[in-house]
Structure formats: structure tokens, C-alpha cells
DNA sequence: TATCCAAGGTAAGTT
DNA sequence: AACTTACCTTGGATA
């Protein structure tokens, strides 16, 4: 087992881990404590949280199990391999989110929202597991939609050896395009298990790679990635911010659509692809994702 | 205890 | 192209 710790003065900005993998952005994360989404992390923010981390070009060549929890010192970690390239990179430590920040609209919805949940990072999750992730978040809740990816990966995943315990990396592309639509709908997938099965299956042969839409423009990577079964507009959005690193995504979801309504009904223009602009815009374009998920954040959890 | 409802939407079928 | 409707599942609210 390796170990070390990230420094917080290492780092561009605060930082708060239980904000970033509970707030809705990933599903691939666990708390070792089994209270995600239920309660306040223990100790002050302390809780252990884990994942199993895919082969990621430039950041590690074979699977990894991370293990984290933010202390007062930094982000201390515990870990099959030296994990401080593969954290950067999963919770965007490199990003600077003071200057994010300072450079989002002085509004007073925006502002309680990054007074609120300051530290609060997006997050760079592996491709083809965002993708699945978000197909299955039609119409469902987060806890709900985290014990999806959790079964997906205890049945069909790779096993890794960590710490004394067996885990279970997220199924490759292979690997759920072998599954029934059957047997993802006895992981409580429902109507969504077709999509999951068929998209996995354009991901194993190669039809196309949700990785591939990284090279092109923000609005043509979205085109592209709703090829894939299940997913539309607005999960094309979130695999984008989420996983693709278009900072300027802004998935148009219930919350949003509310907030728009509420706060900024000119934004209303109709369509996906004109609100989506509106909105973009009204967020401060180049950071718009940021601030979407800073006010998304805000919203389900209560603030007006 | 039974029933109802909504949960970070999408695909397929109609105008 | 814009507008409707069906779709799995289940925890929590309501009667």
C-alpha cells in the first residue's frame, strides 16, 4: 500500500471533498461509512471515500484502488499506486477555483451558492463509466442512482485486491455489452437497462467512443454523444462537464429548469440548444458548468 | 396497511 | 420540427 498526503496550500483554492463526489456529479465514489448522501460526513468532513479507477491515458496504465479523506493538513490518501496524478486529475486539484470564481457573474443566487459549498470541485470521472452513470440517472435519485453503478460493478466488474478486501472496478465496455437486458434489469436498472446494454455494446465494437467527442466543439460533442442510446440532450450536457471537461456545459435539468423560471425566465427560449445558450451566457460562458453545478448544488439542498 | 407520487429524461409515435 | 406519452423502480408521503 502506498500513501501520502496532498497539501491544501498545494492547491489552487480550497478544497471540499465531500461536496465534490456527494453532490450529483459522480456516481463512482463510495464512503467507506456507507452514509453517502444520508448525513454530514463524520468528524467534520472526515469520512473516508474510495473508488476503483480505470486504466486513464497520461495518469495511470493499470487499474488503482484510491482511498481519501480531506484532513486539515490536505487531501491524505491510501492507495495501490502512487495516487496523487490520478486525484489531480479525478477531482480537477488543478483547477484554480478562486479565479473560477471571480470570474462568474456578481449575482446573489450565484454568490450564496460559492459562499456555501466554497471548495466545492467538479469532477473529471472516466468516459464510458460517466456515460452509463448519467443513462441511468433518468428519472431517478442520486442514492438510487449510485446503488445502480454499485451493483453494476459488484456483478460484472474486474475484482481488485486492496487493503485486506476484494473491490470491484466499474464494468468495461465488453463486459456490460455481454450482459441481458435481463440481467441489468435485476440490478433495478428498469427501463433504462436496454440503453445501458446497447450503448455498451457500441462502445465494444467500436462504433463509436464517448472519449472521442473531447476533440471537437462544445456543441457538436454533444451532438455526437446523443448516438448513444438513452442519451439525449441534457445527459450529453453532463457527460461533457463531468467527465470531458467542457467547463462551459450547463445540462439543463429539473433544478436548472427551475432556477431559470425563477431567476431568469428570459433564458426561457423553447428549445434545449437556445436555452442552453441563454443560460450559458447568463453563467459567464467559459466557467457556465462550474457555476451550474455550484447553483444546482445550492438548490437541492435547500437555498433560495 | 394500501395507494400514490415523483425522481437530475429519453425514445417513439402523433400532429 | 414541435408536442405527447409510455416507461421501470421504489422510498417516502398521504389517506
Redesign the pocket.
Known amino acids: 500500500m502506498e500513501r501520502g498526503v496532498i497539501a491544501t496550500d498545494e492547491l489552487a483554492g480550497s478544497f471540499d471533498l465531500q461536496s465534490t463526489v456527494e453532490?450529483?456529479?459522480s456516481y463512482l465514489w463510495s464512503r467507506l461509512d456507507g452514509k453517502m448522501y444520508t448525513t454530514a460526513a463524520a468528524h467534520g468532513g472526515r469520512a473516508w471515500y474510495e473508488t476503483v479507477v480505470p486504466p486513464l491515458d497520461g495518469v495511470t496504465d493499470e487499474r488503482a484502488v484510491v482511498r481519501v479523506r480531506q484532513v486539515d493538513e490536505g487531501i491524505e490518501w491510501k492507495s495501490t499506486t502512487d495516487a496523487v496524478d490520478i486525484l489531480t486529475h479525478l477531482l480537477r486539484l488543478d483547477d484554480d477555483i478562486d479565479a473560477i470564481r471571480d470570474a462568474s457573474p456578481s449575482e446573489p443566487l450565484i454568490e450564496r451558492a460559492f459562499e456555501q459549498y466554497a471548495g466545492m470541485r467538479l469532477v473529471r470521472d472516466p468516459p464510458f463509466a460517466c456515460l452509463i452513470s448519467f443513462?441511468c440517472?433518468?428519472?431517478?435519485?442520486?442514492g438510487?442512482?449510485h446503488g445502480m453503478q454499485q451493483r453494476l460493478a459488484a456483478g460484472f466488474g474486474e475484482t481488485v485486491a486492496f487493503d485486506g478486501r476484494t473491490y470491484h472496478a466499474f464494468p468495461t465496455p465488453d463486459q456490460l455489452a455481454a450482459r441481458t437486458e435481463s440481467e441489468l434489469?435485476e440490478r433495478?436498472?428498469?427501463?433504462?437497462a436496454p440503453?445501458v446494454q446497447r450503448t455498451a455494446e457500441m462502445v465494444a465494437d467500436g462504433e463509436a467512443d464517448p472519449a472521442n467527442a473531447a476533440e471537437l466543439d462544445y456543441e457538436a460533442a454533444r451532438e455526437f454523444l446523443?448516438q448513444?442510446?438513452?442519451?439525449?440532450?441534457?445527459?450529453?450536457d453532463?457527460v461533457l462537464l463531468f467527465s470531458l471537461g467542457f467547463l462551459e456545459a450547463v445540462?439543463l435539468?429539473?433544478?436548472?429548469q427551475t432556477a431559470i423560471a425563477d431567476y431568469y425566465p428570459d433564458c426561457e427560449q423553447?428549445?434545449y440548444a437556445e436555452t442552453s445558450r441563454a443560460i450559458r451566457e447568463q453563467f459567464g460562458g467559459e466557467y457556465a458548468g462550474y457555476v451550474?453545478?455550484y447553483v444546482?448544488h445550492y438548490l437541492?439542498n435547500g437555498g433560495e
Open positions: 453532490s450529483g456529479q443513462i440517472s433518468a428519472q431517478m435519485r442520486v438510487r442512482i434489469r433495478s436498472l428498469g427501463y433504462r440503453y446523443t448513444f442510446v438513452g442519451v439525449g440532450d441534457k445527459v450529453a453532463c445540462p435539468d429539473t433544478w436548472i423553447g428549445g451550474q453545478t444546482f437541492r
